[in-house]
T-cell receptor
């Protein structure tokens, strides 16, 4: 069974701080996605990484795909209260099916 | 364009009953997948439909079923409800051509008493 483990599970930080969320697996994925989910809503795609070693930047968010394509990280610089939410990584172990990570619940305090 | 629409948003059922949830995907999207989200288990894949055919399914009992209509709208049904079926059920649509991005609805929150 392929699993995606995320760490930390919970994170509460002050506005302006930096943070990193990790997504790890023992399996290789052809691509990994990161989603953010806010209360009462469905997850929204932030980024897709497809190449080992790839780094993508989205404003204050930096995403990295591990060289072996088994892990990924999300780094947020100068976190803001609007970054609060549940961050989920997702990968496709097979065709037309995604598995989601265990999730990291982030709270940014003003 | 309009997003993914799920109905109903909230519902309460009792054990033993059955429930049907509906999902209207983004116009032009032919793939609809369903997920169950609970605090303990996170987001778990139920099944995926494309052009009225189930292409993949997760590890859920046969009480969970789904279907897709010719207009790509999808329904999922849970029969003989159990307390553990209480969850947020999320529907996601995608073009189905392998690009991978999932567009989620706001979900249907089911409470089983």
């Amino acid at each position: 069974t392929q699993l995606l483990e995320q760490s930390p599970q919970f994170l509460s930080i002050q506005e302006g701080e930096n943070l990193t969320v990790y997504c790890n697996s023992s399996s290789v994925f052809s691509s990994l996605q990161w989603y953010r989910q806010e209360p009462g809503e469905g997850p929204v795609l932030l980024v897709t990484v497809v190449t080992g070693g790839e780094v993508k930047k989205l404003k204050r968010l930096t995403f990295q795909f591990g060289d072996a394509r088994k892990d990924s990280s999300l780094h947020i610089t100068a976190a803001q209260p609007g970054d609060t939410g549940l961050y989920l990584c997702a990968g496709a172990p097979g065709t037309y099916k995604y598995i989601f990570g265990t999730g990291t619940r982030l709270k940014v305090l003003a | 364009k309009a997003g993914v629409t799920q109905t109903p948003r909230y519902l309460i059922k009792t054990r033993g009953q059955q429930v049907t949830l509906s999902c209207s995907p983004i116009s032009g999207h032919r793939s609809v997948s369903w997920y169950q989200q609970t605090p303990g288990q996170g987001l778990q894949f139920l099944f995926e439909y494309f052009s009225e055919t189930q292409r993949n399914k997760g590890n859920f009992p046969g009480r969970f079923s789904g279907r897709q209509f010719s207009n790509s709208r999808s329904e999922m049904n849970v029969s003989t409800l159990e307390l553990g079926d209480s969850a947020l059920y999320l529907c996601a649509s995608s073009p189905g051509d392998g690009t991978g991005e999932l567009f989620f609805g706001e979900g249907s929150r089911l409470t089983v008493l």
